[in-house]
């Protein structure tokens, strides 16, 4: 029995390495156990009773000495974590019944067969090297016990931009993929493969047209051949006509044609085709006004609806640009009925500090919650924030969003702040004070972000390509789609029915909200609407004060986090690497705020009201 | 006797490759004569007279059906090659004694050891590929034929930023080095090799500071070493203390300290120390308005004027501060009489259109020169534009700048028109129409590019990094020092006495001329004014019409180009180049016209006069 030498974030507690010898989740759950319960509740014991049918549920009795849990395969070991998690953090154990309410809680890795991942900030791939496979299986089995520990159960192992050699994953690969996929399977985590559309033209297929049979019996062998070697693969994962990517609109064809071709021959296998719906323009003239890219994926989605093959999954961000600071939900989400949707996050930080800046997601998830239509989603799909640092997660801080994920993955009716408070006393187990001190710090983290990045919906002011600090104008020449217009008097886009027409994909309700400027929130009305400098918002004062007054105030915010970060009695190293790191984050609030402010001041020739220092 | 598949430009009569067993330069001399004469002077003969003192000089002598060169051993190929082209072009020989106005004329290659050039766009470099040296004989000798028909005769082969395994030219690489020099003699073309600062430190030496007797002691020995390689290197070239270099700063020494050192060092062996003086600090915070970039290399060098070893020549690019499009002359010329002085231009046209945009350079340089004082200046150095294309500068029209660059090291006070005919008619030998015509259309490149690109004096608009294409805020928040300031009310940075003094840096005529804008040029008033968008030009014209004009007419006179490319009956694959070249070349004519444009009208908010599209 080794002892892990990686920190495990939320599961310190949890020392001894998972042995190889462990094959099925009752072995590993009881092996959780046996160590856990002589330190968190020692005298007491466990027993677990393993009932196939109840699948991913479970239920724990508390008797006298005795915890009960019972579950089908996978939930048993969710019941174990959630006992253990519960006794670490001193909460009764839950009542009743527990089952998730999405079935596919999936992960997205974002890892290149060289090793790279793309928009990844804590390190190398955990799975890749040298365009090979290359990992560690001690910490792969650790990742296994984090995500288990969520309840997190499908994770895609490679990059959705899929490049040389990682295709060779479901061909040249597949050994390879059977062994990883063995070391997941007894922790309930199936794997799933980004497959590339084109790939039978690398097969003396000579087209990849999803309506031509030899393209069709290519990919109905493959399937067969993959699912010999990884029977309960999860599926594929496809980005397909997006960003240079191969696709269906090649050969004139529309995306439930292209899906439904792979979906087929997947289906006699139980695997899903998961379809992501990011497809724009990304050639688009600036000077072109009428074009308006959030709007892209419906226009090329909505009319669809109803005619994809059962086993497709629409995977649809939860934004309708990409992952900014604060987006409107995704009116995509609310016009397919008849399709099964996911909705995908992003928990690595691209455009929200890059495991830099602190940006604790619950409290957004909760906001896109509440906005999405709770009947029509039925998966959940993030893309990771994972990588080899020692601490996985490039900022201890980020291993919030990863556990704050698969709470929500399980239950999206969660508060943010139970999240947080549960991560923090798991994570640091220090006195009340301190705690309260981090949840509060962690809680505001992204509304500080937010103020000195991109209040009041203005986004895409990051710098072009590295999406790291500010560049005001970076994007607005660029073929990307992503302007806000500034001029001397005005700012952002008017996306009422008047301007792109984008609200009107909405449901009535949202048209009417995001539509009005009495109703608009101020946290997105540059979002669809533009605005002169001199508007007087809803609380008095002008949108240019505004602009001035959240950017100082995200840099002072910045300021006092960094003033509380150091009185924690974090323990090493989380604590040298949190006080590095904020001071990389004073750096970017600084430059955020005096940049942006700038810039608005160049523009506007206004002052700020409190005299304060524009440059 | 094998014939090039390569195309040599300006010298497409000289169509056998020289021998590798020609070995001086009397017997390359009598080669290409023995070539040329048939074709363009039949029935005349050559003789050949080697006069040692003579060095670089040559007279030609026409008699009846004989041409006498007399020469040094330089002088005889340099005579030649006169004579050939003369005859080529249908010029008269030249009269009298003909002799270089200066004695290096010099090439900087910025070759790395990895095969790739720094900023370069002609391809991979012609003498090293994946970390060692790599080249085609073949072609250097074309190379060595193409310099010494235009008399330059120093080639420094590798990059200023020397990064490993570069090092190794001065070290382990020495006997390739030599051989490499053995290629080049009888061309009389010397090499020099950039060298790395802190060389000493990777050898045992604890330090690089030139004042130290373990310092000094390696570089003495290292030279020793070297010129026992190559006796007649022309010595090392130094970027130090530079955008990341190391140098002399580390140790508190100042730069004749640090120059001195290695200039000791090679002179046992008549080697020179060519030291950059492009230093400035490329860490500033653009909040700072005192610091003014272009004012960093005269506060370093002026005061050390006198302090340099005499075998030191201290390299000064023509303009404080990047080869911009157009720069006034550096004051640093001006200030250092008791000083060596080389000035250094750019063939490579990094901010000038990168081989895709024509810009012929003669018209530049004359005025360059006209502003440089004369007798101050004994040196001259270029960036290449050269690399492994079949037609070595990428564009078939940029050779111009080469062959340009090569007349005027040897006499400044060549007409830029003269030189750009006289490339015309021996690259091409069109009909008299095209001719003119193709004679015009380069004279006017480099205007026309600085309308749509950087009219007025502001330079710094474009792509940050990359230096194509145009982004007209890419370096306002960005450390390089590189600011315009624009604002609602006005552009421009005031470089007079009573802004950052930059002025005060030239002799009185210049900070007349520039101080006043009575006087200043109006290519140049935003590089020493700040202006408001009203101001009224001596021409009537506001600038911001002055700056939409520019800008149309840029876009416009670049139709009028693409237009005359067309019909001109140039040779395959020139032609196919050229207008390939020349799409690209009107895309990016159309952007920088219209995002400037948009630039400045969303910030004044004045319509253009004309009523012409502003997006």
């Known amino acids: 029995m ?5 920190r495990l974030s ?15 989740s009752e072995q590993i759950a009881r092996f959780e156990l046996d160590q856990a319960l002589p330190a968190l509740a020692a005298g007491k014991s466990a027993e677990l009773n393993v009932s196939a049918d109840m699948g991913e549920s ?33 909460h009764p154990v839950p009542q009743g019944t527990q089952q998730p309410r999405y079935a596919l809680r999936m992960l997205n890795c974002w890892d290149n067969a060289d090793g790279s991942i793309e928009r990844g900030y804590a390190g190398r791939s955990l799975f890749f090297e040298g365009g090979k496979f290359d990992y560690d299986p001690v910490r792969l089995r650790q990742l296994g016990r984090m995500l288990a520990s969520v309840g997190l159960n499908v994770m895609c192992i490679n990059n959705v931009n899929v490049r040389y050699p990682a295709d060779q994953l479901i061909e040249s690969w597949l050994p390879q993929l059977a062994e990883l996929a063995a070391i997941y399977r007894p922790f309930g985590v199936k794997l799933m493969v980004s497959i590339d559309y084109s790939a039978p033209m690398r097969h003396g297929v000579p087209t990849a047209d999803p309506l031509d049979p030899q393209v069709q019996e290519w990919w109905n ?14 599926g594929f994962l496809v980005k397909a006509d997006s960003e240079g990517r191969p696709g269906p609109f090649t050969y004139g064809r529309n995306h439930a044609e292209g899906a439904n071709m792979l979906a087929r021959a997947l289906k006699p296998f139980g695997g899903k085709l998961v379809w992501r719906c990011f497809v724009y323009n990304c050639r688009q003239d600036w000077r072109d006004r009428k074009t308006d890219r959030p709007m892209a994926a419906y226009q090329h989605y909505a009319y669809l609806d109803g005619q994809f093959e059962d086993n497709v999954i629409l995977q649809i961000k939860n934004g309708p640009f990409d992952f900014q600071v ?3 939900v995704s009116p995509l989400l609310y016009a397919m009925p008849k399709t099964d949707l996911a909705i995908e996050f992003q928990l690595a930080q691209e455009y929200t500090g890059q495991q830099i800046d602190i940006f604790a997601m619950p409290p957004m998830w909760r906001e896109i919650f509440d906005d999405m239509p ?12 994972l990588g080899r640092d020692d601490n996985y997660c490039g900022h201890p801080f980020a291993a919030v969003n990863l556990f704050g994920y698969g709470l929500f993955a399980w239950d999206p009716s969660i508060q943010p702040e139970k999240i947080i408070r549960l991560w923090t006393k798991l994570t640091y187990g220090m006195d009340q004070l301190s705690e309260d001190a981090l949840v509060s710090l962690l809680m505001g983290s992204r509304r500080t972000y937010e103020k000195y990045t991109a209040p009041l919906g203005l986004c895409w002011m990051v710098t072009p390509n590295q999406h790291y600090g500010p560049n005001p104008s970076g994007y607005e020449y660029q073929a990307w789609g992503t302007y806000h217009k500034a001029d001397r008097e005005a700012v952002g886009i008017d996306r009422t029915a008047a301007g792109t027409g984008y609200v009107c994909q909405y449901p009535e309700e949202f048209q009417k909200l995001y539509g009005s400027l009495e109703t608009c929130p101020d946290e997105l009305i540059l979002w669809f609407h533009r605005l002169r400098y001199d508007y007087v918002m809803r609380d008095g ?6 602009i001035y007054d959240d950017h100082f105030e995200g840099l002072e915010e910045t300021k006092a986090m960094a003033e509380t970060l150091k009185t924690l009695p974090l323990p090493s190293p ?42």
Request: glycine share 6%; net charge negative.
């Open 574 to 615: 989380d604590r040298e690497e949190a006080l590095e790191r904020m001071n990389r984050q004073l750096f970017n609030a600084r430059e955020w705020c005096d940049i942006v402010n700038n810039f608005f001041h160049n523009y506007s020739g206004i002052d700020d009201a409190h005299g304060r220092t524009i440059y």
């Open 10 to 24: 939320w599961l310190p507690f949890l020392k001894a390495d998972i042995p190889a010898s462990l094959t099925t």
């Open 221 to 234: 062998k493959q399937a067969e051949i993959v699912y010999k070697a990884v029977p309960d693969l999860a």
């Open 326 to 328: 604060r987006e409107p």
């Open 374 to 385: 709770a009947d029509k989603v039925m998966s959940i799909a993030a893309v990771t924030n």
């Open 2 to 6: 080794t002892t892990n030498t990686k």
């Open 58 to 90: 479970y239920t724990i009795e508390a008797n006298d000495d005795v915890y009960t849990i019972t579950g089908g395969e996978s939930g048993v070991l969710y019941g174990t974590y959630a006992l253990i998690m519960c006794l670490a953090a001193g």
């Open 541 to 546: 004062r002008t949108l240019i004060q505004r």
